[in-house]
Nanobody
Framework: QVQLVESGGGLVQAGGSLRLSCAASGRTFSNYAVGWFRQAPKKEREFVAAISWSGGSAYYADSVKGRYAISRDNAKNTVYLQMNSLKPEDTAVYYC???????????????WGQGTQVTVSS
């Protein structure tokens, strides 16, 4: 079993940066692909970024490509999402999700965190 806890959300002005963290329990976490998703009010949850088990492969939604960077530290059982040049339309609850497969472009979400709110003011 893997438990995921997100942190790092908050309120930031447009153009600013935030770094989200997804801390995991469970020794098998380092074998899993991990992704970030987000859900804005009255919208469906959407894929943001994903990273393979080793960190060797990363995938991004077109809307965040060039602005966001996903990384992981398996020694710390943590995945990060560095978000730069934030826009008001990035406002959402951000969730991390782990996939038991080691490499996937869009994780299916075998395990989910509870989410962290990111609000970008204009």
């Amino acid at each position: 079993q893997v438990q995921l806890v997100e942190s790092g959300g908050g309120l930031v002005q447009a153009g600013g940066s935030l770094r989200l963290s997804c801390a995991a329990s469970g020794r098998t976490f380092s074998n899993y692909a991990v992704g970030w998703f987000r859900q804005a009010p009255k919208k469906e949850r959407e894929f943001v970024a994903a990273i393979s088990w080793s960190g060797g492969s990363a995938y991004y939604a077109d809307s965040v490509k060039g602005r966001y960077a996903i990384s992981r530290d398996n020694a710390k059982n943590t995945v990060y999402l560095q978000m730069n040049s934030l826009k008001p339309e990035d406002t959402a609850v951000y969730y991390c999700a782990a996939d038991r497969r080691p490499v996937v472009a869009v994780p299916r979400g075998d395990y989910w965190g509870q989410g962290t709110q990111v609000t970008v003011s204009s």
